[in-house]
Structures are given as structure tokens and as C-alpha cells.
């Protein structure tokens, strides 16, 4: 099966905005197994581990799922991510498909 690393804003000073980036993600790991393609999500994984591990070894988790991931899904906002910008320039570096939709991820899937 293939696999989707899903990429995108977590953190926010809003608590709100926060939960909402979360539920946006979730939103896209809910569609990629829709289509049949394993996402992984890490608002999901450690996002509710925010604060009670140190954000470095969060990150090195996050890019070792990553480096087994066949593609990327970038989240809207994920330009204003520091996280999202260094997963996808290990996704360039690893030479993996960047997709800005579930709907391009399926087409790539399809193929």
C-alpha cells in the first residue's frame, strides 16, 4: 500500500486555530484512506503530545515516518509552517511526489 506523509500547520497561538489545524489534517488522513492510500498524520501521531516532548525529537519521530512515505500532501497554510517547510524539503531531497490535494493524491494512486 502505498504511503502519504500529510504535512501542514499544527501550532497557532489560538487554541482554537490549533484544533482546527488538527482537524484539518485528520480531514486529509480520512480521505487518503478513503482512496486506499495510508496516511500518516502526525497532528494525530504527536500533536497532543504539544509541550510534554521536546519539539526537536517530535520532529526527528515525524521525518523517520516521513523517509517511509511514497509521497507528500501539503496542507493549506503550510508555507507559514517551519515543520511543513523542512518535511517538504526532505520530500524534494528524497525526490517523493508533492501533492496539494487528496484528489491529486488519488490521481497519482490510480496510476
Given at each position: 500500500?502505498?504511503?502519504?506523509y500529510?504535512?501542514?500547520?499544527?501550532?497557532?497561538?489560538?487554541p482554537?486555530?490549533?484544533?482546527?489545524?488538527?482537524?484539518?489534517?485528520?480531514?486529509a488522513a480520512?480521505?487518503?484512506?478513503?482512496?486506499?492510500?495510508?496516511?500518516?498524520?502526525p497532528?494525530?501521531?504527536?500533536?497532543h503530545?504539544?509541550g510534554?516532548?521536546?519539539?526537536?525529537?517530535?520532529?526527528s519521530?515525524?521525518?523517520?515516518?516521513?523517509?517511509?512515505?511514497?509521497?507528500?500532501?501539503?496542507l493549506?497554510?503550510?508555507g507559514?509552517?517551519?515543520?511543513?517547510?523542512?518535511?517538504?524539503?526532505l520530500a524534494?531531497?528524497?525526490?517523493?511526489p508533492?501533492?496539494?490535494?487528496?484528489?491529486?493524491?488519488?490521481?497519482?494512486h490510480?496510476r
Amino acid at each position: 500500500m502505498r504511503r502519504c506523509y500529510v504535512a501542514g500547520p499544527f501550532r497557532d497561538k489560538n487554541p482554537q486555530q490549533m484544533a482546527a489545524h488538527v482537524l484539518t489534517a485528520q480531514a486529509a488522513a480520512v480521505a487518503l484512506a478513503q482512496i486506499g492510500v495510508a496516511p500518516y498524520c502526525p497532528h494525530s501521531n504527536l500533536g497532543h503530545a504539544y509541550g510534554l516532548i521536546d519539539e526537536a525529537v517530535a520532529m526527528s519521530i515525524n521525518e523517520s515516518f516521513l523517509r517511509d512515505c511514497d509521497a507528500l500532501l501539503l496542507l493549506p497554510g503550510w508555507g507559514n509552517s517551519e515543520g511543513a517547510r523542512q518535511e517538504l524539503a526532505l520530500a524534494k531531497q528524497r525526490g517523493l511526489p508533492v501533492f496539494r490535494s487528496p484528489h491529486e493524491v488519488a490521481a497519482w494512486h490510480q496510476r
